[in-house]
T-cell receptor
Framework: DGGITQSPKYLFRKEGQNVTLSCEQN?????MYWYRQDPGQGLRLIYY???????QKGDIAEGYSVSREKKESFPLTVTSAQKNPTAFYLC??????????????FGDGTRLSIL | GNSVTQMEGPVTLSEEAFLTINCTYT??????LFWYVQYPGEGLQLLLK?????DKGSNKGFEATYRKETTSFHLEKGSVQVSDSAVYFC?????????????FGTGTSLTVIP
């Protein structure tokens, strides 16, 4: 059954600690994305990657880092430099095509909270 | 540039009422348009899509028509159910020099009461 798996579902961070959110997809999609969602708000793009070993900053990249060493994996690290990390984090993937017809597929999200 | 503007919420309807959630877009080129639904504590699920002008996307009783002349993609359902209570996002996909880019509206919260 193809899809996107995010783990863990809930994560707690202490002050000054880095944490890594996992995102794995078995859809053979080229592109992967990380979004942040705050209560009652829309999606804000953190980072995205169109191919392996390459990624670009989105609108709110400060305090976050990513890697894309494998096509199926795109982990997000929330660093201690991110002063307000409490949010719902969503990972997505899509197949690149020249007509931009393909939708994004989303994982079930990780809820990060400060202890 | 590319952007999506959708109707502010929240929207509260009685069961079996007619639903319209407005969505307009700005885009260069020929974008594809999508509606996603998000249930509490979950990720976004694709509800329907349309890839060219005059296409109608439909799924689970929801419909939306890609109107190039009015740059709109309004979501409609003839008779809502309590189980339709969720947040709905309008989105577009467009090509850029770094691949496909996605743009989302801010979401519209729908509550259906029995």
């Amino acid at each position: 059954d193809g899809g996107i798996t995010q783990s863990p579902k809930y994560l707690f961070r202490k002050e000054g600690q880095n944490v890594t959110l996992s995102c794995e997809q078995n859809l053979n999609h080229d592109a992967m994305y990380w979004y942040r969602q705050d209560p009652g708000q829309g999606l804000r793009l953190i980072y995205y990657s169109q191919i392996v070993n390459d990624f670009q900053k989105g609108d709110i990249a400060e305090g976050y880092s990513v890697s894309r060493e494998k096509k199926e994996s795109f982990p997000l690290t929330v660093t201690s430099a991110q002063k307000n990390p409490t949010a719902f984090y969503l990972c997505a993937s899509s197949m690149n095509d020249i007509y931009s017809n393909q939708p994004q597929h989303f994982g079930d999200g990780t809820r990060l909270s400060i202890l | 540039g590319n952007s999506v503007t959708q109707m502010e919420g929240p929207v509260t309807l009685s069961e079996e009422a007619f639903l319209t959630i407005n969505c307009t877009y700005t885009a260069t080129g020929y974008p594809s348009l999508f509606w996603y639904v998000q249930y509490p504590g979950e990720g976004l699920q694709l509800l329907l899509k349309a890839t060219k002008a005059d296409d109608k996307g439909s799924n689970k009783g929801f419909e939306a028509t890609y109107r190039k002349e009015t740059t709109s993609f309004h979501l409609e359902k003839g008779s809502v159910q309590v189980s339709d209570s969720a947040v709905y996002f309008c989105a577009l996909s467009a090509l850029s020099n770094t691949g496909n880019q996605f743009y989302f509206g801010t979401g519209t919260s729908l509550t259906v009461i029995p």
